[in-house]
């Protein structure tokens, strides 16, 4: 055999192998479509331009000349195409049609499933306002054809993205992202966004943001305890989804407000400020639109209170808190009306953080003040009929005006000798003890200037306001010198719970003759004030609260 025919037949045995092989079959690639199909069915989304063209031929003649258009136009249904702002939510008579030709295909199952994932496409993509009537009621009729069209797409072989839909029907019901609440709330989100994905929610979708507002709001209709539980986890859903953020703080101080008790919550009040502003400003009146009474004027008791202490801690003449004068204008801050803010230069200069962020909290209700050291601040309150002027440096009184006639505009700048300590006042106080403290000699002054706070020994009837009522440092007996007990009917489980937040140690021997006994300083105006409206004394010798 020479080597023509050697080369002969070893390229005959080559040819054999290759026919008895696979080369050449299209069976692999086959079974390579049908895995493909399986996982994610043909739902890659068309062409911008070829929607568009599909839109406007389907709007002009309500017909569709191929499958191809009938899906084109499927996934466009909620698009407006433009310049001609073509909007089909906005026609009712094409949406039914094309709905009429879709429910036409449920014996073609493959194109069925096929328009079916487009429709769903759509829905996802755009949830109409209610208020856009017609084209809500159309994204009304696109849902509830998904929602009974689900039967019809579970034939074989099954996408991955269909076999989720059947787990995860609830997306096309009224409330379509409830069932997911407690799973937000405890943290569970992985397998909600794999569902999604999977799925194809898109990441813009109102359903992102609806599942963690379906958090919020459940938690809204926990008892007091769970929610106060969740409150943490609804703040950072707040500062991690912007677009609900307004929505979900309101609802959450709603609730909040409506709590049997509602301490202030520093981080709560941080995030109200921040995107709502302070309710005191009229400026921000607009912005707090939509939040309950209650809320705001919670809120509003939490910034005075804050401004108050800020005043005596930060605005005080030596940089020292007086602790005092703290203690007594947190018993009136429910009945503080407003406040304003006089400053001097310094504080109105300083680039201290925290000065910096108390002159924004203050916004219009910083005042210049002219005429005094650079060092002296003063602040105003409106109580009733009066107008109040305390200063921050020590030694000097504080002056009482008619509220409704004062000797100066709160507006802009006010001087020290010509405004805030005009002889046209009401009399001053000082803040030295004499036969009785300053702080009853004060009391004493305020209620006789106006009828808000006569015959009112309980100057603060909100129990749990993170504020503090103590009397003089020569009272005996309790800080807490305005008296009015209150006690909450579930008082034991509160009484624990408040114990706990605080890290507060305490005994109780009530079920063998003896008492229930708080080991804490009446030095925290927080603490005091609650235990002193639930019937708390303090025992300065034990430095404890004891209640009978």
Known sequence: MDAIDILRAELNRVNLQVGQGSYGSTKAMAQLAVEVERRFGNGVAPAKDLVAAAIRRFHSTGRAESFRDIKLVCYGVSTEILPDHILLFR???????????????????????????????????????VSQEEVHRSWHEIRNFLRTGISSIGHEPMPDWAKAIFEHQNLFEDDPCEPYAKEVLNGNLAPIRAAFSLIGVPK?????????????????????????????????????????????????????????????????????????????????????????????????????????????????????????????????????????????????RSLNPDFKKLRLLMGDQALNLEGATSDNNAFVMKIGDLLIVEFGRTGNAAYLFEAKNPPFRLDGSVHLRDDLKHRRNLGSMDHRDGNESWEDKFRRAISEHTPLLRGRPDRQHNSDIAAARPNSENTKDSPNGVGGVFAPNNFEHVFRAFCAERGLRFSDRRAFGGKLVVYASGDNPKISGTLGQWGFRFDRQSTTWIKE
Not at 104 to 125: D, I
Not at 252 to 271: G, N, S
């Open 204 to 348: 813009n979708s109102w359903v992102q943001t609806d599942v963690f507002m379906a958090a919020i709001c459940a938690s809204c209709g926990y008892d007091d305890y769970q929610f106060r539980r969740y409150l943490d986890v609804l703040l950072t859903i707040l500062k991690d989804n912007p677009g609900i953020a307004l929505q979900g703080l309101k609802r959450i101080l709603d609730r909040y407000a409506v709590m049997q008790l509602h301490p202030e919550h520093p981080a709560l009040r941080a995030i109200a400020t921040e995107l709502l502003g302070n309710p005191l400003l009229a400026s921000n009146a607009p912005r707090w639109e939509g939040v309950s009474q209650e809320a705001r004027c919670m809120v509003s008791n939490w910034i005075k209170l804050k401004l108050i202490e800020q005043f005596f801690e930060l605005l005080s003449h030596d940089g020292s808190t007086d602790k005092r004068r703290v203690k007594y204008w947190a018993e009136y801050v429910t009945v503080i009306e407003n406040v304003w803010f006089a400053l001097g230069s310094n504080a109105r």
């Open 91 to 129: 026609n009712r008579e094409r949406i039914g049609r094309l709905l009429g030709i879709v429910e036409g295909l449920r014996s073609e199952r493959r194109k069925y499933r096929r328009c079916f994932q487009a429709l769903m496409t759509a829905y996802f993509e755009c949830r109409p306002a």
